[in-house]
């Protein structure tokens, strides 16, 4: 899997949209951009996933650059709920080798 | 999307004992993996649970220190042999349902060796 970075941690105010950056700056082409986010206590959760074309569902949108490269992931409407570790994740579809974790980006909801 | 229940949730167990962890899928899965999260750090990868055959192995973990098992599409264990205060982490069991599709995980065991 390529590898990613992230920031450590982001804060963001309740009600404003988080954006979480994603450099993928050695993604392969059969590489697909995954993110979860992991709940103090509790397995990881999916968010979002996609190849080249941006996306959205009813969780978040990701949107990834022209040459793949990066990709950030926005919350529209922060909760404090939201607070959590964020994972940006580059695998290849199929997802038959598991994934690789990176520290990923601890994401706290200020009220 | 598929519910995943971990058995034990949590444990405390004497160093030097195994325990098994029983992970439960509601519906059949083909990919099934076991990753463990060691306290404050990330996710890391054990093992994919092959059905009907030997799981495949992670570099860095061994069968004879996890021995998986995966009788069915349903169902697999994860067993933490000899431990010791290392072993203390979140062991967590993960499935996909479909090529090219999201990660389900469990809510994961934490276990405490002492």
């Known amino acids: 899997d390529a590898k990613t970075t992230q920031p450590t941690s982001m804060d963001c105010a309740e009600g404003r949209a988080a954006n979480l950056p994603c450099n993928h700056s050695t993604i392969s082409g059969n590489e697909y951009v995954y993110w979860y986010r992991q709940i103090h206590s509790q397995g990881p959760q999916y968010i979002i996933h996609?190849?080249?074309n941006n996306e959205t569902n009813e969780m978040a949108s990701l949107i990834i650059t022209e040459d793949r490269k990066s990709s950030t992931l926005i919350l529209p409407h922060a909760t404090l709920r939201d607070t959590a570790v964020y994972y940006c994740i580059a695998a290849p579809g199929g997802g038959a080798d598991g994934l690789t974790f990176g520290k990923g980006t601890h994401l706290i909801i200020q009220p | 999307s598929a519910v995943i229940s971990q058995k034990p949730s949590r444990d405390i167990c004497q160093r030097g004992t195994s325990l098994t962890i029983q992970c439960q899928v509601d519906s059949q899965v083909t990919m099934m993996f076991w990753y463990r999260q060691q306290p404050g750090q990330s996710l890391t990868l054990i093992a994919t649970?092959?059905?009907?055959?030997?799981?495949?192995?992670e570099s860095g973990f061994v069968i004879d220190k996890f021995p998986i098992s995966r009788p069915n599409l349903t169902f697999s264990t994860l067993t933490v042999s000899n431990m010791s205060p290392e072993d203390s982490s979140i062991y967590l069991c993960s499935v996909e349902l479909a090529p090219n599709t999201e990660a389900f995980f469990g809510q994961g065991t934490r276990l405490t060796v002492v």
């Open positions: 649970a092959n059905q009907g055959s030997e799981a495949t192995y």
């Open positions: 996609g190849l080249k």
